[in-house]
C-alpha cells in the first residue's frame, strides 16, 4: 500500500505543494486510489462529484462551513492548503492534469500494492470477533519457547548462543537483522493490537503513510481520535489525561528556580525535582501541547517475527486493560484538579 501511495499519489501530485502532497497520500487511504470509495462509508465518492464541488468542499472543510461525520477529520487534512492547491487536487481526481494521466498508466503497477491491503483487511475481518490482536501470541508457543530454551539441551551449539543464528567464524552475506515490514490497512480498515502491559501506549495497528511528521500546527492523528469524532469514525478516543497538564508550576526567582511555590537546588526546600507534588492539574477541553507529538509514544507495529520467544506477561492485565487505560486515575490520585 505505501507502494502505491508514493506512485499513485506522490509521484503524479508533485507539482503542488509538499503539505498537499502528504495530505492527498492520507487521503487516498480513505478514499481510494481512485477516490472510489466513501471514507469509512460515511463520505460522498469523490470521483462522482464535479471539480467545483470538489474544490467548494475544500474550502467548506478548511473553514467550518462544511461537512458532516468527517469534518474534524477533513479539518485537520485542508487546514495549510491554498487556493491553488485545492484546485489541483479537483483537477487531479477529475483526470485533468498531466500528472492524472501518470496515475493511470501506472495503476497496474500499484494492483499489486492495492490487493496487499485488501488482503489486511481479510485479516483483520478473520479477527473481528476478538476486537483486539494479541501481538504476542505465535511468541508464547509452548513447541517454540521449549525448542528454544537451552535450559533442557544435554548439548548447546555456537550457533544457538546468538540471535544471529549463524556460524560465529564466518560473516557470510544472509547474516542480517529482522528486517522491519510496517506496512498496515488504511486507517478505519485494521484491528485494534492488545497493550503489552497495563497503561501501555497503544501501537498505532494502521499505516501511517501520508500521516507523518506531526507537528503542533498539523496533526492529523487528532481528526478521527478526539473523543468528539472518534466515536463516529470507530477510532480509539484520545484519553482525558492528553488534556490535562501535570506539569508543575515553574518560575524562575530572585535568580532561584522555584517549582510549586518551593524553591530547588542545594539551599532550597527542595533538594530533588522528584520531590515535588503538583498541587493543581490544569485539565482543558483542548490537547495539551505538552503532548501534541503522538508518536513520542504510539509507534506502527512492525510485521515481524522475534528471533526468540517472548515469555512476559503483564500483572494485572485484564480483558478490559487490554483496550483500555487508566493512566489518568493514576495521575490524578492525589492531585487537585481544576
Do not use: W
Not at 112 to 124: P, S
Amino acid at each position: 500500500m505505501i507502494k502505491v501511495l508514493k506512485v499513485l499519489t506522490l509521484g503524479s501530485l508533485l507539482a503542488s505543494s509538499a503539505l498537499y502532497a502528504a495530505g492527498t497520500a492520507a487521503c487516498t487511504g480513505c478514499h481510494g486510489t481512485s477516490f472510489e470509495k466513501k471514507a469509512m462509508g460515511k463520505s460522498k465518492v469523490v470521483k462522482e462529484m464535479s471539480k467545483e464541488d470538489i474544490v467548494a468542499a475544500l474550502k467548506g472543510y478548511k473553514d467550518g462551513s462544511y461537512g458532516g461525520p468527517m469534518k474534524g477529520m477533513m479539518k485537520g487534512q485542508v487546514a495549510s492548503l491554498s487556493d491553488a492547491d485545492m484546485a489541483a487536487i479537483a483537477d487531479s481526481i477529475k483526470g485533468n492534469s498531466a500528472e492524472a494521466k501518470v496515475n493511470a498508466v501506472e495503476k497496474k503497477e500499484g494492483a499489486k500494492a492495492v490487493a496487499e491491503t485488501a488482503e489486511f483487511a481479510k485479516d483483520a475481518k478473520a479477527d473481528e470477533a476478538k476486537k483486539l490482536l494479541d501481538i504476542n501470541a505465535n511468541m508464547r508457543d509452548a513447541k517454540r519457547l521449549d525448542k528454544e530454551d537451552l535450559g533442557n539441551k544435554k548439548e548447546v551449539s555456537e550457533l544457538t548462543l546468538g540471535l544471529r543464528q549463524t556460524d560465529l567464524y564466518s560473516e557470510k552475506d544472509e547474516t542480517s537483522g529482522v528486517k522491519t515490514d510496517y506496512s498496515r490497512p488504511a486507517p478505519g480498515q485494521s484491528t485494534r493490537f492488545e497493550r503489552a502491559y497495563v497503561n501501555a501506549p497503544p501501537m498505532i495497528p494502521h499505516s501511517v503513510d501520508g500521516l507523518l511528521p506531526i507537528k503542533q500546527d498539523n496533526n492529523q492523528c487528532i481528526g478521527c481520535h478526539m473523543p468528539e469524532s472518534a466515536k463516529a469514525m470507530g477510532a480509539t478516543p484520545i484519553p482525558a489525561s492528553h488534556f490535562t497538564n501535570y506539569r508543575p508550576k515553574t518560575e524562575l526567582k530572585d535568580g532561584e528556580l522555584v517549582k510549586e511555590g518551593k524553591t530547588v537546588g542545594l539551599k532550597g526546600e527542595l533538594g530533588n525535582v522528584s520531590d515535588i507534588k503538583v498541587a493543581k492539574a490544569e485539565k482543558t477541553d483542548k490537547l495539551y501541547q505538552g503532548r501534541f507529538n503522538c508518536t513520542q509514544c504510539h509507534a506502527p507495529q512492525s510485521k515481524t517475527d522475534t528471533v526468540v520467544g517472548n515469555t512476559f506477561e503483564s500483572d494485572g492485565l485484564t480483558d478490559k486493560l487490554k483496550g483500555h487505560s487508566t493512566l489518568a486515575d493514576a495521575m490524578n490520585e492525589g492531585v487537585d484538579i481544576k
